[in-house]
Every structure is written in C-alpha cells, then in structure tokens.
C-alpha cells in the first residue's frame, strides 16, 4: 500500500473547501460552556508549515490575499490570527518567500472551541506513526485524544461507547476500500445519530471518462457510494470558480449527512448560506 503524506498537500484547494465547511460546521454545533463530541477518522497532523514550492499556492495562498475580507468566516480569521507576520496585501509569490502555519482539521475545530468558550470531547485517528509522533509533540495533544491505527476500525468501536456527534471522514484514497469503508461508516456513524462530514475530490481534469474504473486508488473518486438515504445536502466546489487551482482536480465536494433531525437541518442550512457568501464575496474580489 502506498504511504500518503499531506505535508505536500496542506493548504490545497480541497483543504481550503473542506476546512470552510468543517468549521461553519462546527461553529453552528459548539454553544459556549457546553461540550461537543468531535471524531475524525483520518486526522493527519496538529499543524503544518507551508513553503514553496507547494499545492497550497492554488489553494490557500490563492486566498490570502483576500483574507482581510474573509475574517468573517472563522476559518480564514483563525488562519489571519494564526499567522500575524503574513496578514495583508500579501500575493502568494510574497508569501513564497516565507512560511505560514496551516492548522490540519482538528486542530482548527480546537482553535474554534477555544473562541467560542465550548469544550471538545475530541477522539482522532491516524495510521501514520509520524502523525502519532507530531500529536504527543504538540501543545494541544491533551485536548483530544490520538489514536494510532485504521480509523474506519477505530470509530466504528467508538460509535457503540459514545454519545454522538460531530464526524469528519476524510480518508487519503489511496486504497480503492476506502470510498466503500467511508460510505459504510457514514452509514452506521448516522444510525447512531451522528451528523457527518465526508470530503472527496470530484473529476479529474486530464482523463477521459471511463478510463478508469468507479473507485480509483487516489483519486477519490467515489462513483456510485456518494448517495444514500443518509446523505442530506452536498457541497460541490469548481475551484476555479472562486480562482483556485486544485492541480488535477476540477474540484471536490464535502457531503453532509445525518439521520435528519433539527440539528442537522439547522446545519444544513448554514452551510448553504455560508458557502452562498462566500461565492458572492470571492467572485467579487476576482471579477
Ligand atoms: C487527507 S489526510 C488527512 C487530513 C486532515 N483530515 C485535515 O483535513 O487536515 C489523510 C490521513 O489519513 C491517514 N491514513 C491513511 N490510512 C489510514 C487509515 N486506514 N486509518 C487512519 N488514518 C489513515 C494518513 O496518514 C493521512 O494523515
């Protein structure tokens, strides 16, 4: 089996999507001095640093120069406050010169609890001893608890002891399983009353259709597991819609699913308002 790494991917523009919407998430489901059960499956690191050259420049760095005017979304103020020496004005050729601190998934969920005055009953796995490693290593390792192995296995065991709660379900894909592992996962995480996130990249730009099969190993093409009765709202991003550039990738989605309910109806519809605004603020900004 392949090893991925994300250090050469932090930043991209899937991370850009799925990291927006994790936080809108989160952000509609954290309420000050009360706890939220948070689980990811596939967490990789506390944190990275971003230099060129590197898929972050079509990613975040394609947006830095706007982040004044997206602080009022909690994942670019978090990435503003983070990095106070790369905070204005600045292109990503400017920023190819330095380096910038790019929180991974959980621990931008930390950064977001800690703001809102809310508490994280977090549980994360990874595969990756390297990623176990660069978790002891951090400041936050005491805010959520890493666990080191298969986390399709892992959650699955968690969702029979735990009250529920928020999911993220971002795996690598570089095992043709793993669409067919995440969906099944989904499904059982919604039965328990979870609400769930699961990311994927959508088309590749440089193949044909049909060339290859429904569910290749890293491409995150999961043709044929993305419905379900589950599954409440998609989000679809065309980064070059809002002027990102995802490489191979014409774009990705996160699909939202939960077994309904007024919590995950009131997520559903923030997450929609949310993205509306972000479109309109980008597209302004790049036309
Ligand atoms: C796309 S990265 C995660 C990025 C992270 N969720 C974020 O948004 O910042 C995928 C991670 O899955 C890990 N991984 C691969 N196979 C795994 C498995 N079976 N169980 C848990 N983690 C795995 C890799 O080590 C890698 O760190």
Known sequence: MRHYDHRVHAGNAGDVWKHFLLLEAASCLLDPESSLVYAE?????????????????????????????????????????????????????????????YPGSARLVLELAKRKGARILGEIWDIDPEVAASWRACSKSDLMTFHQGDGFAGIAEMLGRSPPGLLFVDPPYIDPKDAGLAKRLLDRACISGWIVLWWYMTDMKTISPGVYPAAVPGSGNIEGYDSGKYILEKFDLDFERIGLNGGRWKGSTVALAGSGGPRSEQVARHLHQRSKELMCIVSDAIS
Request: with cysteine; net charge negative; charged share 20%.
């Open 41 to 101: 499956s596939h967490v990789g690191r506390p944190e990275y640093v971003l230099k060129a050259p590197g898929d972050w420049e079509g990613g975040i760095g394609k947006c830095w120069p706007l982040l004044p005017s997206l602080r009022t979304f909690c994942y670019f103020d978090i990435l503003y406050e983070l990095n106070p020496d790369s905070r204005i004005g600045i292109n990503a050729g400017d920023l190819s010169r330095g380096s910038l601190i």
